[in-house]
């Protein structure tokens, strides 16, 4: 079963990892994908490959998400492309890790660099896309979270964290404000999940409960559950992808 048939969707930072991910898995329920990242080589790279495995339109869009012109224009390229959109998955993020013991001595471009990324993308996406969603008169946003926004961090610096948990509150604003307008807002808070932002941060199987580290594939699925029909009367949840480590 096509959970995504006929729909037109952008995932941000889709290039690698849980982004790439979710365009595939995107791509497998039936939809047309277009593939946001700052790295455009690696945007094609990957929109090549879905589009070969899937036969689907896949198509790769350069942007800065920290940057809102670059975001209205390549939504706008994207509708042009696909016809339509009626999905966004605001994906795209950065994290550095912690230097403890000065967990506190926070680089000050780190700090806004991230919320630039983490927070105002996210913003960005959700009111560029709004009208066309309206019009289309189908709308899933879905945002990225972190289980570092509910705990802190293990190995993150505070910057990651607080950005991850203004996600959560945005989605809640942005889910009340669109909700008259048939468009649902919801957020995905991974847990311990194999990426290339993870992959210098030593989790081990034994801190999940369900007895291993999760993948890119596993949050990718509970996206494209958000994203269809079966999650029509959902809006403004933050849904945890973690095995466990979480209960809430």
């Not at 879905?50 to 942007?63: C, D, L, M, N, S």
Request: proline share 2%; net charge neutral.
């Amino acid at each position: 079963m096509k959970l995504l048939e006929g729909k037109m969707a952008i995932v941000t930072g889709g290039g690698k990892s849980i982004g790439k991910a979710i365009c595939a898995a995107f791509a497998a329920h039936g939809a047309d994908v277009a593939i946001i990242d700052i790295d455009g080589k690696l945007a094609e790279a990957s929109a090549k490959e879905i589009a070969a495995q899937t036969g689907q339109r896949v198509i790769a869009v350069k942007a800065n998400v920290a940057n809102d012109d670059e975001v209205k224009a390549a939504i706008a390229q994207v509708v042009e492309a696909l016809g339509a959109l009626h999905i966004v998955v605001n994906n795209a993020g950065i994290c550095y890790l912690a230097n403890k013991p000065d967990l506190l001595d926070v680089k000050e471009e780190n700090w806004d660099r991230t919320f630039a990324v983490n927070l105002k993308g996210s913003l960005y996406f959700a009111r560029a896309a709004r009208e066309h969603m309206v019009k289309a008169g189908y709308g899933r946003i879905i945002n990225f979270s972190s289980q570092a926004g509910k705990n802190g961090g293990l190995r993150v610096s505070p910057e990651y964290s607080a950005s991850k948990a203004a996600i959560m509150c945005l989605t809640k604003t942005l889910a009340g404000d669109m909700g008259k307008l048939g468009i649902t807002v919801n957020t995905v808070a991974p847990g311990l999940i194999t990426s290339d932002m993870t992959k210098d941060m030593l989790f081990t199987n034994d801190m999940v409960p369900l007895g291993r580290i999760g993948t890119p594939e596993d949050v990718a699925d509970a996206v494209v559950f958000l994203a269809s029909d079966l999650a029509r009367y959902v809006t403004g949840v933050c849904l945890d992808v973690n095995g466990g480590t979480i209960m809430t």
